[in-house]
């Protein structure tokens, strides 16, 4: 696959995961280092979903979860578990995760990520 391809395959898996809204968000500012940035982020965090292998948008929705939680990322936590639904991971199985990530990562990145998941799931069920 040609390199305009790959870049165009990763910003429709990026928009297929976290919506057009979020997306047009992050990539909104027009001067031409920040549209670099973007697609530099795009291709690298988001072209390696594209790549054929054998895992499924699932595993590596589940996996982008437990890496950013395990790393503290709460932000980058926070919105994948806001678009696991898209990639067919229940709530059950976040929560889940996040018995592995307090065991394998400590128990501060698994209390973080808890925290989270709470506030969002609050949030998307209007509580």
């Known amino acids: 696959m040609e390199q305009s ?21 992050a990539t909104g500012d027009t001067d031409e280092i920040s ?40 932000e980058e936590f926070r919105l994948h578990a806001g678009s696991a639904p898209r990639t067919g991971v229940s709530d059950a199985e976040i929560d889940e995760l996040l018995f592995q990530v307090a065991a394998y990562c400590g128990a501060p990145a698994a209390i973080s990520a808890r925290r989270a998941v709470k506030a969002l799931r609050a949030e998307r069920d209007g509580v």
């Not at 391809?5 to 968000?25: K, N, P």
């Not at 390696?48 to 503290?72: K, Y």
């Open 5 to 25: 391809e790959r870049l165009r395959a990763a910003y429709a898996m990026r928009r297929a995961m976290l919506g057009d809204a979020y997306v047009d968000s």
């Open 35 to 74: 549209q670099q940035f973007q697609d530099h982020i795009t291709a690298q965090a988001w072209g390696v979903w594209t790549r054929e292998g054998v895992l499924s948008t699932r595993d590596r929705s589940l996996l982008v979860m437990a890496m950013t939680a395990a790393l503290g990322r709460m």
